[in-house]
């Protein structure tokens, strides 16, 4: 394809999708410049228009992790088969099953289309178990773009809760309320701020979507216990972490048990998927079973299914060793003047910053400019990156050590 084909397939996307994009991230507002039109991917490489192979640490933003490519075979068989078919179909079951096996606290869920629908429904089911309006939320925490979940944080517990976004009404916003991640204390007073009126308490076990922010020692045991005595239900939105930092994903790896669990991204292996789960008791809840009204035309699709079960088929426990060791040498290997780096497993941000961050406040102090000299530097060396200071890195059972040093290869420059 020449560049003028290229130019040409820009202007028609900024003619036809808002930005020209969509999905915002894509647009590269961050960072500055124009994305590569990329068109092909295999393993931990992506190929542009004009053929130019690029390392790609965006995965597809997280469901990747066994590379581009890796169950397109599955997708294939399942999709000839033909369906969806209006029913339950044997893949749905399989696929529960294994998420059942990994995660013991999701006794029953529910498959639907995207983790923003998860996030949304499972809120839902937290609110008519618990006859409670308000949530707390953290700052920087992204839990898709349901009304109820972008709202921005205030200066403590006092501060009212206020719209991220424009058409999102001061009512709805006013549901949420806004602690600071790794900060126990801001959670305990937002709780007993409003006793007897918080369903529940949503978080990203790793922080992933304000650059990658381990929890502190004890953070999530600290949301177990206050989430528990407050009456409030604790949920993991493991969109992210999810069978990626460990097989039974951050609960597993941090050893705390949510109530509801929000899923997506790798249990579709690449296709639209999200899914939420919980105690039996709790999902019984929702229709047909329960009261609480949710469906999706689309939801388990069978090629979505397929695609998740290879998946998890090949998450073996010798390709978690691989990927935690190649992700480890990268971590190692990335020495950069100014900044630092944070590693959850496979998942990495290269902070722009002296100290890793502990919150989204800490985390927005970083150099965004180094970052986007930074990013460009390696886009030009043939390494795709997250294009955001406050994105994780995604590394693949792709990765193997020739990527690992070609990848640090060009970030010494």
Partial sequence: ?????????????AGLFPGGVNSPVRAYQAVGGEPPLLVRGNGAFVWDEAGRRYIDYVGAFGPLLLGHGAVAEAIATAAALGGPFGVTSPGEVRLAEMI??????????????????????????????????????????????ADSLLVAAGSGAATLSIPDSA???QSVAAQTLVATYNDLVSVEALLQAHPGQVAAVIVEPVAANM??????????????????????LLIFDEVITGFRVAP????????????????????????????????????????????VYQAGTLSGHPVVMAAGEATLTQLT???????????????????????CVARVGSLLTLFFREQQPRNFREAKASDTRGFARFFHSML???????????????????HDSS????????ARG
Avoid: C
């Fill in 317 to 339: 426990p010798d390709a978690y060793a691989k990927i935690e060791k190649e992700s480890a040498r990268l971590e190692a290997g990335l020495q950069v003047d100014g900044a």
């Fill in 1 to 13: 394809m020449t560049v003028a084909a290229s130019l040409d397939w820009r202007e028609r996307a």
């Fill in 100 to 145: 059942r096996m990994r995660m013991p606290s999701v006794e029953r869920v529910r498959f639907v289309n995207s983790g923003t629908e998860a996030a949304m429904s499972a809120l839902r089911v937290a609110r008519a178990a618990t006859g409670r309006d308000l949530i707390v939320k953290f700052e920087g925490g992204y839990h898709g773009h």
């Fill in 211 to 232: 650059g990658v922010v381990a929890p502190l020692s004890g953070f999530l045991a600290g949301l177990r216990e206050l989430s528990t005595r407050a009456g409030a």
């Fill in 403 to 410: 990527v690992i040093d070609a990848t640090l290869e060009a």
């Fill in 248 to 291: 039974g994903g951050a609960q597993e790896l941090y050893g705390v048990r949510p109530d509801l669990t929000v899923l997506g991204k790798i249990i579709g292996g690449g296709l639209p998927v999200g899914a939420y789960g919980g105690r039996a008791e709790l999902m019984d809840l929702v229709a047909p079973s329960g009261p």
């Fill in 380 to 398: 030009d060396a043939g390494v795709v990156l997250p294009p955001s200071q406050f994105e994780a890195w995604f590394v693949s059972a792709g």
């Fill in 167 to 169: 058409g999102v009404t």
